[in-house]
């Protein structure tokens, strides 16, 4: 029966609007972990959400962790932001229209010597947010009607502690530690019908729980003024997990407990081993260009999901800033414009399809005053994503970024006149 649920979840997506607490609305979280978030600390998510070379006083780099040795002496920087997702799926046939919005990320970073710097941040690392209403099927062997209705929510986290230093004036090593931790729920009702009266229901609700510690490194060398690169490894690791499981049935509006059962040991999921690299250049004075590319190598995983298996995942991205002047009197000229496009493989293969999706990407750093680094970072996005080939759906999104980057608001004395 629940093969037959999970096919029909890809081919026939409901027809309504659906509002969620979650980062996503995406049928894709259905498989593995959910689907990667959006979200992205500071000005990243507007330049192809790439920047494993990017690095400054003023910006929390969470790609890369070497970028903490170029916050300087006495820095602190404070970063929160917002994400909304408005998304539209579709298959051959039907098309439907879901909104999703939370909080994106929380982050500070701070100096320890002149050369050297921590930073400590929580952000969404995947999400979870799918419903199948309505699959109307018969109990085998008979001809009695029944109908199933699926739900699934939740999100892992992931909470990063990370270290750079600046060994010269042009080489950075970083170092970063990541507890992932969160879980992912699901609710399945399915009543059985015998003409127009409601004979039985049968609810069914698991709750998978995961963690697991995540190590990285991080390296950025500086050529030139204007020529930086920079690379970021992510070892593999195993999330362990459990699982919670109760399982209710209805007859004739009594509700009677037929399973109940807690912290069940539940088989792990593996992560990939991640390679980043990206380089940073000026080519033109007032125009930054960043390049990225990042691997993951989930084949070696060895993991398949319900109707699909793992592959190898390869990402592109880039992205330009333009600034026409940082200390200029006139604001506007401190305006920072920002575009990019990213290309992602996917890493789930259905029968045959990877699920892959592009985006295309800008943004605006806008300066909070004149004499402060501080700055109110938007980022906007379209993406689509999967194919209406085959069993698949397409997936259009756009989302928007918005996060207040605070500088020296640690350090900073008041003077009294």
Known sequence: MMNRILFSFILFPFCIVA????????PYSFFGLGVSTNSNIGKNSALGRGGYALNSNFLINNLNPAALGALGEKGFLFDFGFLAEISTVANRSTEETRVAGNFSNLAIASSITPKSAFGLSVVPYSDVGYSLIGIDSNVEGSSDPFISNVFGTGS????????GSSLTDRLRLGAN???????????????????????????????????????????????????????????????????????????DFIPTSVENETDLDIDGFDLPLEVGTGILFSPIRKIHVNLDYTLKLWNATDQRD????????????????????????????????????????????????????????????????????????????????????????????????????????????????
């Open 19 to 26: 509002q969620t607490n979650n980062l996503t609305g995406s």
């Open 306 to 417: 319900n109707i699909g298996e793992f592959v190898d995942q390869y990402i592109y991205g880039i992205g330009v800033e333009y600034l026409k002047a940082d200390r200029s009197f006139n604001y506007l000229d401190r305006i920072r414009i920002r575009a990019g496009f990213n290309y992602d493989s996917g890493y789930l293969s259905i029968n045959g399809n990877v699920i892959d999706s592009y985006s295309i990407t800008a943004g605006l750093g806008i300066p909070l005053g004149a004499r402060t680094l501080s700055m109110l970072n938007i980022g906007f996005s379209s993406s689509t994503r999967g194919s209406t080939e085959g069993i698949l759906v397409e997936e259009r999104l756009n989302t928007i970024n918005i996060n207040l980057s605070l500088k020296d608001i640690w350090f900073r004395k008041r003077r009294i006149d």
């Open 156 to 163: 892992l986290n992931d909470l990063r502690l990370s270290y």
């Open 177 to 251: 530690v990541s507890f992932l931790f969160g879980a992912i729920s699901e609710r399945e009702t399915v009543t059985a019908l015998s003409g127009f009266v409601n004979e039985s229901t049968l609810t069914i609700s698991e709750e998978n729980k995961y963690n697991g510690f995540r190590f990285g490194l991080g390296l950025q060398y500086s050529f030139l003024p204007n020529l930086t690169l920079g690379w970021s490894l992510s070892l593999p690791t195993t999330l362990s997990g459990t699982r919670d499981r109760f399982v209710e049935k209805t007859l």
